[in-house]
């Protein structure tokens, strides 16, 4: 049985409307991250992750830890470990400038400050952003890097704040 024009006409619009809604779905924000540079890579961490992002205040060294813990901090009466992250990446640690911070992340009610070199955005995710990261030996044996988001200004790699806050090595990359 054929169909007249006016079902035809109607039958392409219900397809429009589905194609539309598939594709507002696909462009729909999923969460926000926080991105700074560690040197010349960028780096992210989710804003649910993130209580709040200070300047770097006097640090006061704890013996007996790791090298890449830098010490601890008072922040609003709660006393908060320091944690470099390029030491912790196995990176060389630089002296800290006029843009340096500390973003005090939390993981499971702890909460731990990270010194990063420079605070640079938050910015808006969508599902059509995101990228896993590869799992094969020698290519990601970054153990912090949750995924990689491909943005039209570059790949950015976004932490896994529980890995970060409860593993106990340092990587080198």
Do not use: W
């Not at 594709?23 to 961490?45: A, D, H, M, N, P």
């Not at 990176?91 to 990063?116: A, H, L, M, W």
């Not at 039209?152 to 340092?170: H, Q, T």
């Amino acid at each position: 049985m054929a169909m007249d024009f006016k079902e035809l006409l109607a039958k392409q619009a219900e397809m429009m409307k589905s194609t539309t809604e598939a594709k507002s779905e696909v462009e729909r924000e999923i969460t926000k991250v926080l991105t700074f540079s560690i040197g010349e890579q960028i780096y992210g961490i989710e804003i649910p992750n993130v209580v709040e992002i200070i300047g770097v205040p006097h640090i006061t060294t704890v013996p007996g830890v790791p090298d890449y813990i830098k010490g601890i901090i008072n922040v609003r009466s709660k006393v908060v470990p320091v944690v470099n992250i390029r030491s912790r990446f196995g990176k060389e640690e630089i002296p800290y400038n006029d843009r340096s911070s500390i973003s005090i992340v939390s993981s499971e009610d702890i909460q731990v400050g990270i010194i990063v070199d420079q605070i640079r955005d938050v910015i808006p995710v969508k599902e059509r952003h995101i990228a896993k990261s590869p799992d094969h030996i020698g290519v990601n044996n970054n153990k912090f890097i949750k995924y990689l988001l491909e943005m039209s200004d570059g790949i950015k790699l976004v932490l896994d704040v529980n890995k970060l806050v409860y593993e106990n090595e340092a990587v080198v990359d």
